[in-house]
């Protein structure tokens, strides 16, 4: 992972500094809230339902042992006990006091972490495949790439106060996971017949209100220019984007008004910085500056090509279930990549207590060579598992409730806080998600529905990529009381999912207490239709929602009485 240098450390550190500075100020009545909120704001503090929420960067979603264990202690020390890994491989702490904020910022200094532009209409944390690096799949690692970006739009006086926020996902393999269709901005590293190296861009995918998938702007672009096409696409956009109307602000809506128009300004806008801008040409990358990122993101310390093991050979039960789904192939003979799962009964989607943080530490100490990732999914992953170890490493996994083998199965859901934290939701997610967990505990029937999507939001932002579930829920607000509204078919663009679309609302929505009845109808209906060995999106495309669309409104019981 990358290694900070003495100016990296001394930054966040100066960052934190500040921070203080202007909570005290804040506190003591000199610097007014309207005055300290965009501050906060873009050191990723909000103020939220009941209380004050910070949003830490995990930079592309690599983390350190160190570091999560800092996590833990913040989350100990400050917070109530526990974490939220979201969809853009962030930690969320919803209980820390606004007067404890400065010490929270200091305490992540000291690990090389803070939570700059993870709130704000700026340009937010990048995101990435959570396998990047050790991927079987892998084109080109994305994580030297990513982490150019990440220093290039750090502070960036130029995109600081955007239309609104801005999101950027990179990918470097042959599948996608990291949902980059459904981003402000969206990398795809690819090599053309020469085999250099570049970058297929996507431009003005979101969700919210109008999801709308990204489109292509350049099938390659030479990977030393990226810096400054990204540029000149911020650039248009906060020059034309719309500032009167938040719900009308994102850049989707700004390239799906113009058009062609939006693609042929960005590109006017390259060449002007090349040719006219004062130090244009500076903002290539050199091929020096690459290398010095790059000379981070190595293999670590004896790791080496092994022998390949049979891992499924005399594997049964539990431990082949998880074998089968929580563990993935690798570039490195002998080695594989681990999910700990966070998706169990008893806590929301995404959460991690203090110990188990502690926990998945000390594993990724003894396993992973001190290195884990935070998944797209809000999962936790191990990238550096050698075969032979798996077995061990299964026990320890187990005893702290992370072997639930279910990695892309019903009960590997993803979902955001809902109203019970977030102060936007319209609804609450976590009862909803925790209620369908309780509904499919077993196994056997997980493995025979198979792989399937289900993402939960609590409000129309979408925090929780409903948009792009298989099966969609979305929390609405009709008069003060919770209702939920059903959506079939959506895709995240990965290749068991197909192109990246949204899904489709089936009616209606539905009270809080039907929504499982809800599932298990859309769930048993596609037992009914599936063709042999037919994954549940596939037969939603062969057969359409209309099939599904009876067995769900006949669970109403509620809504119909509220009619």
Partial sequence: MYAYTD?????????????RDQLERNLAGTLSDDEFRPLRLQNGWYVQRHAPMLRVAVPYGVLSAQQLRQLAH?????????????TRQNLQYNWIPLVDAADVMDALAAVDMHGIQTSGNCIRNITADGMAGVAADEIVDPRPYAEVLRQWSTLHPEFAFLPRKFKIAISGALEDRAAIAWHDIGLQLVKNEAGEVGFKVLVGGGMGRTPITGQVITEFLPWNQILVYIEAIVRVYNRYGRRDNMYKARIKILVKAEGQAFLDAVNAEFAHILADDAGGHEHLIPQAELERVAASFVVPAGVAVRPAIDILEGAQG???????????????????????????????????TDAQMEAAAALAERYSHGELRVTHDQNLLLPWVLESELPALFEEAKANGFATPNIGLLSDMIACPGGDFCALANARSIPVAEAITERFQDLDELYDIGD????????????????????????????????????LGGSDGSTISGAAVPGKVIGPSFAADEVPDVIDALIQTYRQERAAAERFIDTVRRVGIEPFKAPANAQRTLTAAAR
Avoid: M
Wanted: aromatic content about 10%.
């Fill in 7 to 19: 100016f990296d450390r001394q930054f966040v550190h100066a960052r934190a500094a500040q921070f």
């Fill in 452 to 487: 399937i999507d289900l993402h939960i939001s609590g409000c129309i932002n979408s925090c929780g990529h409903h948009h792009s579930g298989h099966i969609g829920i979305l929390g609405v607000d009709k008069d003060g009381s919770e209702w939920y509204q059903i959506t």
């Fill in 318 to 352: 539990a431990y082949k279930r998880w074998l089968e789904r929580n563990v993935h192939a690798h570039k490195l003979s002998g080695h594989r990549g681990v999910t700990l799962s966070l998706k169990r009964l008893g806590l929301p989607p995404g959460d991690a």
């Fill in 74 to 86: 913040i989350a100990r020390k400050w917070d109530r006990g526990y974490g939220h890994f979201t």
